[in-house]
């Protein structure tokens, strides 16, 4: 069974600064994927980045990054110039074993 | 834009009751979840389905049932409701067949509590 950790229940940052997210996990397949969603106040689940394990170049999307290390088994999400809309639960969720596992959850609140 | 669409946002049930849960999904996605939310456990898979008429158990089935008679519609049925099962529910779609890696798509989850 896969595990996944992520190790800050809580975090806050000022608006404008970066903010990096951590995620450890354990899986025994050697090929997966990885995805960060994020979970805005009393609004939909939405997908925020992914990563396919096989890839060593790290996934980027606009202000979001991801720092992944296959050996380490850990993927961490980057935001920078963090706005106060990404105030929300983030999860972290690798898919192994034909299902997506979720961690605890990150809550993050931008600070104006 | 895919939509997933929960039947009601907020549901009060007694102890013992039946309940369903019905998730609708407008993209013609194959693949179809329930979720339970519960702070500090992050979400949990109790059902999914890849296919119409095809189910399988997730990590948490106890207590639950789904059925699928359609390809957008996936039901989550609580036999006899109990308080423990007092939780935010998510239902999700994503486009393949099979266990295949794509974006899972949510609905806006719905906050049932057990009386």
């Known amino acids: 069974a896969q595990t996944v950790t992520q190790s800050q229940p809580e975090m806050s940052v000022q608006e404008a600064e970066t903010v990096t997210l951590s995620c450890t996990y354990d899986t025994s397949e050697s090929n997966y994927y990885l995805f960060w969603y994020k979970q805005p106040p009393s609004r939909q689940m939405i997908l925020v980045i992914r990563q396919e394990a096989y890839k060593q170049q790290n996934a980027t999307e606009n202000r979001f990054s991801v720092n992944f290390q296959k050996a380490a088994k850990s993927f961490s999400l980057k935001i920078s110039d963090s706005q106060l809309g990404d105030t929300a639960m983030y999860f972290c969720?690798?898919?192994?074993?034909?299902?997506?596992?979720f961690g605890t959850g990150t809550r993050l609140t931008i600070i104006p | 834009d895919v939509k997933v669409t929960q039947s009601s946002r907020y549901l009060v049930k007694r102890t013992g009751e039946k309940v369903f849960l019905e998730c609708v999904q407008d993209m013609d996605h194959e693949n179809m979840f329930w979720y339970r939310q519960d702070p500090g456990l992050g979400l949990r898979l109790i059902y999914f389905?890849?296919?119409?008429?095809?189910?399988e158990k997730g990590d948490i089935p106890e207590g639950y049932s789904v059925s699928r008679e359609k390809k957008e519609r996936f039901s989550l049925i609580l036999e006899s409701a109990s308080t423990n099962q007092t939780s935010m529910y998510l239902c999700?779609?994503?486009?393949?067949?099979?266990?295949?890696?794509?974006?899972?798509?949510f609905g806006p989850g719905t906050r049932l509590t057990v009386l």
């Open positions: 389905s890849y296919d119409v008429k095809m189910k």
């Open positions: 999700a779609s994503s486009l393949g067949a099979g266990p295949v890696v794509d974006t899972q798509y």
């Open positions: 969720a690798p898919f192994g074993n034909e299902k997506l596992t």
